[in-house]
């Protein structure tokens, strides 16, 4: 097994815009959509143990550790390896949880890249980031995109992903306090589903816009409240299928302002949007130095 790095990032991304542009006959929607990462997110502390029992020291209230991402990562990878001859082992894990359930925020997907990334390093099981984003696709959509760790214009159902580089803004995020089902969303009869399909050197040069905010706002009128306070002081959209929204900036001074503004019961934090994500920059870190 590797040295032991104990501390993995888990970071946020944000859906800079989101269009659907049909629904598949399996029930998934097609979408055009970019990501971009936060400077901001969950931390994982992960260390191997040689018995291979995978236990989530900080368990999630309401969610069995079977249908936990974090689990679910660990225990994939496992029969992966063990598959394929290639050398695995335990792991203890907890998890210092910053982003919300139901955020839009990728918290899950990026939890679940986070293992996958650090316990292949861990273990010395040497799978490439393809191989393991074809692990993660199975967990979900947004995980492929955390574990390749650069911004992406991504297609199809959030997998088909060509690397882009766009502005690395300063970000005012904040959440309503309420929790939004992604299921829910794709599922509204009102969702806008036929946007057509564009190039992407045509998306860019449009206002971005994210075609999931008519629908939540209609659901869920904190939300609805939120944006049209958020709209004085910035340009402002949903992220994913919400319930986060955000509003960037060209300084993070300027962000910071809004944030003391703020409504009481809302809560939100200022970060920097990163086109490498955190975890990526700390994993090329540990391949130049090895």
């Known amino acids: 097994m590797q040295a032991t790095i104990t501390q993995w990032p888990s970071p946020a991304k944000l859906n800079l815009f989101l269009y659907v542009t049909g629904r598949r006959a399996d029930g998934y929607h097609n979408l055009q959509?970019?990501?971009?990462?936060?400077?901001?997110?969950?931390t994982l502390t992960i260390t191997p143990r040689p018995d291979c029992r995978i236990l989530l020291h900080t368990p999630i209230a309401g969610v069995p550790d079977e249908q936990n991402l974090i689990v679910r990562a660990a225990s994939l990878l496992q029969v992966h390896c063990q598959q394929h001859h290639l050398p695995y082992a335990g792991a203890d894990i907890a998890i210092e949880k910053r982003l919300p359930m139901g955020g839009g925020l990728g918290g899950g997907s990026s939890n679940a890249a986070t293992v996958l990334l650090a316990l292949n390093y861990l273990w010395n099981s040497r799978l490439s980031a393809k191989a393991l984003a074809e692990l993660g696709l199975a967990l979900g959509a947004d995980v492929p995109v955390f574990i390749h760790g650069h911004a992406a214009f991504a297609e199809g159902v959030g997998e088909v992903l060509t690397p882009v580089s766009p502005p690395e803004k300063w970000y005012l995020v904040i959440h309503p306090g309420v929790h939004i089902s992604t299921p829910l969303i794709f599922k509204d009869q009102d969702l806008k589903r036929n946007t057509p399909v564009m190039p992407l050197d045509r998306l860019?040069?449009?206002?971005?816009?994210?075609d999931c905010e008519t629908v939540v706002r209609k659901r869920f009128r904190k939300v609805e409240e939120l944006l049209l306070w958020l709209l004085e002081y910035a340009p402002a959209r949903l992220t994913g299928t919400g319930a986060c929204v955000f509003a960037e900036f060209d300084t993070e001074s300027a962000a910071r302002q809004v944030l003391d503004r703020v409504p009481e019961r809302m809560t939100g934090f200022v970060a920097r949007g990163a086109n490498i994500s955190?975890?990526?920059?700390?994993?090329?870190?540990?391949?130049?130095?090895?």
């Open 33 to 42: 959509t970019l990501f971009q990462f936060l400077e901001y997110g969950d």
């Open 204 to 210: 860019l040069t449009q206002p971005f816009r994210n």
């Open 278 to 290: 955190p975890l990526q920059q700390l994993l090329s870190g540990l391949s130049e130095g090895a």
